[in-house]
């Protein structure tokens, strides 16, 4: 894979796994009310959690190694900052689906 579509890649993927957390918790929201358990959202939750934090990891290792001033350098920076906001997102939305009751 070359540089820039890595790059890209880095700087799409936590805003991607945050929507897809989001739209399929809310998707999910009338099942787990009718079942009264919200622990089937946990998977979900990990899953999109570690793909936010892996793609924020993995650009602020880039950053680490890129030459000072350089797009490469910025990219990188843009990743690991959109993968430490969406993995907060992430982790905000998980601690209110598992905390609240489905129904609430």
């Known amino acids: 894979m070359t540089t820039d579509r890595r790059l890209w890649l880095l700087g799409a993927t936590p805003p991607v796994a945050w929507f897809t957390a989001q ?8 099942r787990l009310c009718q079942s009264a358990s919200r622990w089937p959202l946990a998977p979900l939750f990990a899953a999109t959690l570690l793909a936010a934090a892996g793609a924020g990891l993995v650009g602020f290792h880039e950053w680490r190694k890129s030459a000072e001033g350089s797009r490469r350098r910025f990219m990188a920076a843009a990743g690991a900052l959109l993968g430490l906001l969406c993995s907060l997102g992430i982790a905000a939305l998980a601690l209110a689906a598992l905390v609240h009751q489905p129904c609430d």
Not at 23 to 30: D, M, R, S, V, Y
């Open 23 to 30: 739209q399929i918790a809310f998707l999910l929201a009338p």
